[in-house]
């Protein structure tokens, strides 16, 4: 019998992400491809966290046939559940195991490893040695030839990419039972969908640090592929969603998209997307989406407007619309060839606002975009980061809201025009960067978390993950959750409704509501509005109360009791 292990590296891409809660596309596809090939195969999944955890687990890997790792990080981000593996991991973990043939797939293989921002690429002939084939092309399509090989790799052109979209509909439906294995399944784990793959903007050569390009035209997965997948995960168990998966969610299946760079939306399209969606997983939990081009919305607002409000309809609240404006600077637009000038990001995040600022079932905004602006790019000086501040200033100013600001410094990969250049401009600016992401946080992010999620506000199902001594982290589930300090120690893996005490830069404080007075640690009970230290020892002295006016009298101060019973239960 076919035995094959996946080792789950995890992967971040521009257009693809996949470190836990989520699970990428490329375990699914290639496991789908497995079972095409063998239905009889046992398939070992484990992400890369479950094998730093348990090292014993390697004699699993040494008993397969085959073990195929998924790895690459392009786009570095911020991880509360898990970190992609690195090329020193890889070699240290298998140098050990000789017997099965050993594969790398995904970013990794084409393009190296990314480290962080700002650091040159880890080349993969660092990691030659302990492989029998490094995948250059789809995953999916290479393994099936290994397999049809008889396991040598010898005579495999390692480059092949799937011919059509429709290549995978039938691997995504058949792998999807992998998830099963995934350590945050079922109620913690959202599945990346991908709606298409390449950029209308490759015709012109696209973003100058961007590999999205190197890809094409967009190739379209059919309506029918997409919903068939859904309903094969909605089926094994799954109930959290993401539409990530592409360059820009509002131009999946635009009209003439292999002929102009900002090709027309279909509207259209994504209702019957959409729709299709919901009836296909009927009692799903979260359905988001990820990238937006904000050229797009800015050319064809009309068109977007309705694709917006069609996404509000059918999505789950909460949703974010990320936008890569990398810069506003006139001159890193030109050089870099982006998305879009100043006025046209503006028009993009009014259009949002305009559409998804209203408060959801869960307490966030319905959908909101997020920006993402990356420095290091050819024509950045000083008066770049000056630019950018202003640009975002007026968005506070102007009332408007934004769910998320990321400011990242490149990581210049091959194939790309900014590969070149390396990170000569980064290292240039090294402290201006590091003011700016000071500033921007202090004058811009937290006001904007402020007028987003005032003290009070109520967000419901907040999934407790990790403790940090006696507080408690945890975050909603969907794209770009915010996290949310609870004061205490609280049960993992829960999800408790919790009010808004307070704000940080990037993060919101808040206690559990209702909080059970009788019951609630004294970390919790600090935390409330008007209370510290001395009043919750008073609290905690006179508990258990028996009502309301019980509770009020042990206080000091009546008013702060008539306050804090808008935060608390008292049974």
């Known amino acids: 019998m076919l035995k094959v292990s996946i080792l789950d590296g995890y992967v971040d891409e521009p257009t693809c992400l996949g470190v836990p809660p989520y699970i990428s596309p490329y375990p699914r596809y290639v496991a789908g491809a497995i079972w095409n090939f063998d239905k009889s195969a046992r398939i070992f999944y484990l992400t890369i966290d479950q094998l730093r955890n348990d090292i014993t687990l390697l004699s699993v890997l040494s008993k397969s046939d085959m073990v195929i790792v998924i790895a690459g990080m392009s786009v570095p981000g911020r991880y509360l559940s898990g970190f992609p593996v690195s090329p020193g991991e890889l070699v240290s973990l298998l140098s050990d195991i000789p017997q099965p043939l050993k594969i790398l797939c995904g970013p990794a293989a084409r393009y190296g490893f990314g480290i962080s921002g700002g650091k040159k690429i880890r080349e993969t002939h660092f990691v030659e040695a302990v492989f029998d084939l490094i995948v250059k092309g ?11 090989n008889r396991h040598d790799v010898e005579n495999i052109d390692s480059s ?9 509909g039938g691997f995504s439906v058949k792998g999807a039972s992998i998830v099963k294995q995934h350590p945050f399944y079922p109620n913690r784990l959202i599945t990346e969908i991908e709606t298409y793959r390449g950029c209308p903007r490759s015709i012109v050569g696209g973003c100058s640090f961007c590999s999205e390009p190197s890809k094409g035209p967009p190739d379209f997965r059919p309506i029918k592929d997409i919903l068939a997948e859904i309903q094969a995960l909605y089926t094994n168990g799954v109930r959290h969603f993401r539409l990530g998966n592409q360059p ?3 131009s999946y299946m635009s009209k003439h998209a292999d002929e102009s760079e900002f090709p027309q939306p279909d509207p259209d399209a994504l209702e019957k997307l959409f729709k299709g969606i919901r009836n296909v997983a009927p009692n799903l939990k979260t359905l988001h989406i ?7 919305l800015a050319r064809y607002p009309n068109e977007c407007r309705r694709i917006a409000k069609t996404i509000v309809k059918y999505h789950t609240s909460g949703d974010v619309a990320a936008f890569g404006i990398e810069s506003v600077d006139p001159v890193v637009i030109k050089k870099n060839n982006l998305k879009a000038s100043v006025e046209e990001a503006y028009r993009a995040i009014k259009l949002l606002n305009d559409v998804g600022s209203t408060i959801g079932y869960n307490g966030m905004p319905e959908l909101l975009p997020g920006l993402n602006f990356v420095y290091g790019l050819e024509g950045e000086t000083k008066d770049t980061y000056d630019l950018d501040y202003n640009f975002l200033k007026k968005i506070l100013d102007d009332g408007m809201l934004l769910r998320r600001i990321n400011l990242r410094q490149i990581i210049p990969i091959p194939g790309t025009r900014m590969f070149k250049t390396g990170n000569k401009i980064i290292s240039k600016h090294k402290r201006e960067f590091k003011r700016f992401k000071k500033k921007v946080s202090e004058n811009i992010e937290s006001p904007l978390l402020k007028n987003m999620l005032p003290e009070g506000t109520v967000l419901k199902d907040v999934l407790t993950e990790i403790y940090k001594g ?3 982290f945890g ?3 969907g794209s770009y959750p915010l996290l949310v300090g609870i004061p205490g120690v609280h049960l993992l893996h829960t999800t408790p409704n919790v009010k808004v005490t307070g704000h940080g830069y990037r993060s919101i404080t808040a206690v559990p509501f209702p909080l059970y007075i009788n019951n609630a640690q004294r970390e919790t009970i600090e935390a409330l509005p008007g209370i510290g230290k001395k009043r919750a020892i008073r609290i905690l002295a006179n508990r258990p109360y028996r009502n309301k006016e019980h509770f009020i ?14 935060h608390i239960s008292i049974k």
């Open 248 to 250: 820009c969610i509002f």
């Open 470 to 472: 006696k507080l408690t």
């Open 553 to 566: 009298n042990s206080l000091d101060d009546p008013l702060i009791g008539d306050k804090i019973l808008e």
């Open 138 to 148: 789809d995953c999916e399509t290479v393994v099936p030839e290994i397999l049809n």
């Open 475 to 477: 975050r909603q589930m």
């Open 160 to 168: 092949q990419l799937r011919k059509h979209a429709s290549d995978i």
């Open 290 to 296: 990820d990238n937006a081009n904000p050229g797009i």
